[in-house]
Nanobody
Framework: QVQLVESGGGSVQAGESLKLSCAASGLNYNRYCMGWFRQAPGKEREEVSTIDFGGYIRYADAANGRFTISKDNAKDTLYLQMNNLKPEDTAMYYC??????????????????????WGQGTQVTVSS
C-alpha cells in the first residue's frame, strides 16, 4: 500500500523560508514521477514542481528561482525548499506520485494534477 506523508508546513512571514518533506512507503522513488502541488482556497490544485525517475526537474513559473525540489532515494523522501515566501504562496501543499508514464512527468498530467497517489497535505501560510 502506497502512503505519502507530508510535513514541514507552518506559518511564516513574507521573505522567510520553509522546507517541506514527503516520506513515502510502498513505492520506489526511483521509478516514479514525484511532484509537489498546491491548492489555495477557492482555486484549483496547481503544479509547483516535479522530478521524474531520472532526476529531470520542472518548476511552475511561480516557483522558479525560489523553490528547489529534491529527493533522497535512500530515505524515500521528497523535499521542497521554499525561499523568499510570498503571501500568494499560501496554500495546502501536497506531495504526489505517479508511474502511469513509466516514471516520466508528462506535461498534460502535470497540468491536470492527474497523479495516482497523494498525501494528505501540509498547510503553508505566509503573512505580509
Amino acid at each position: 500500500q502506497v502512503q505519502l506523508v507530508e510535513s514541514g508546513g507552518g506559518s511564516v512571514q513574507a521573505g522567510e523560508s520553509l522546507k517541506l518533506s514527503c516520506a513515502a512507503s510502498g513505492l520506489n522513488y526511483n521509478r516514479y514521477c514525484m511532484g509537489w502541488f498546491r491548492q489555495a482556497p477557492g482555486k484549483e490544485r496547481e503544479e509547483v514542481s516535479t522530478i521524474d525517475f531520472g532526476g529531470y526537474i520542472r518548476y511552475a513559473d511561480a516557483a522558479n528561482g525560489r523553490f528547489t525540489i529534491s529527493k533522497d532515494n535512500a530515505k524515500d523522501t521528497l523535499y521542497l525548499q521554499m525561499n523568499n515566501l510570498k503571501p500568494e504562496d499560501t496554500a495546502m501543499y501536497y506531495c504526489a506520485a505517479d508511474r502511469s508514464d513509466g516514471g516520466l512527468c508528462r506535461p498534460d498530467r502535470r497540468a491536470r494534477a492527474d497523479f495516482r497517489y497523494w498525501g494528505q497535505g501540509t498547510q503553508v501560510t505566509v503573512s505580509s
